[in-house]
């Protein structure tokens, strides 16, 4: 149901400048939108380079354990696998992004597990070790680039969603009311100068009588 105005010169100025307020902040929301957008196509282009690294990590990882496997024989790939209980941890800090707060994830760092001889592990086994830590860092690297453009997509149609409202919906809405008011305004004015032009006119004719009778 549309809101009933008031048609007084007062409500038309509070209209007015809502609506100069509403088309600020449409523009500031769309340079936010164009802002975020063109992140997103930067991120698009990371997310994408992320993916071919984690693809050529696990090829050369998964190569490195079958080569492992192969030479060194799976006794000691277990081994070192069970010596090297190492954690991993991620740092994760908020960036303020054009207002909105994404996740930075750092890279990660592994902790030292069990401590073991390096003497007997064979080399092939030490470098499937490596590139199992590489693989690690490239699917950590794929999860953070996609959560901040998961995020950054979000905000992109919120965003929209906004602009579209203001635009669609509340400034002509308040352009309408100020069109309705101004109708209004205009039309009692005419009326007041019809009013006054036949008090007028009246006048005159009263004058005229007296001027005429008194001669």
Do not use: C
Not at 90 to 117: D, Y
Not at 186 to 205: F, G, M
């Amino acid at each position: 149901m549309a809101e009933t105005i008031a048609p007084t010169r007062s409500n038309l100025l509070a209209r007015r400048d809502q609506l100069k307020l509403a088309n600020r902040g449409a523009d500031l929301l769309k340079r936010k939108r164009d802002a975020l957008i063109g992140e997103f196509f930067d991120l698009v282009k990371a997310s994408l380079e992320a993916r071919r690294e984690l693809t050529k990590a696990s090829q050369e990882a998964y190569l490195s354990l079958f080569l492992a496997n192969a030479w060194d024989g799976p006794e000691a790939v277990k081994s070192l696998a069970l010596a090297e209980d190492a954690t991993v941890e991620v740092g994760i800090e908020v960036e303020n992004l054009f207002g909105v707060k994404v996740p930075l994830v750092k890279p990660p760092s592994f902790g030292e597990g069990a401590a073991f001889s390096p003497i007997g592990v064979g080399a092939h086994t030490l470098d499937a070790a490596a590139q199992f830590k590489a693989l690690t860092v490239a699917i950590i690297k794929v999860a953070a680039t996609e959560t901040r453009l998961r995020r950054i997509g979000e905000e992109i149609k919120k965003t929209s969603r906004r602009v579209n409202a203001l635009e669609q919906l509340v400034i002509p809405g308040i352009a309408r009311q100020i069109k309705d008011i101004r109708s209004v305004l205009e039309q009692r004015a005419l009326e007041e100068v019809t009013v006054l032009k036949r008090i007028k006119s009246k006048l005159e004719a009263r004058d005229k009588e007296t001027s005429g009778g008194a001669g």
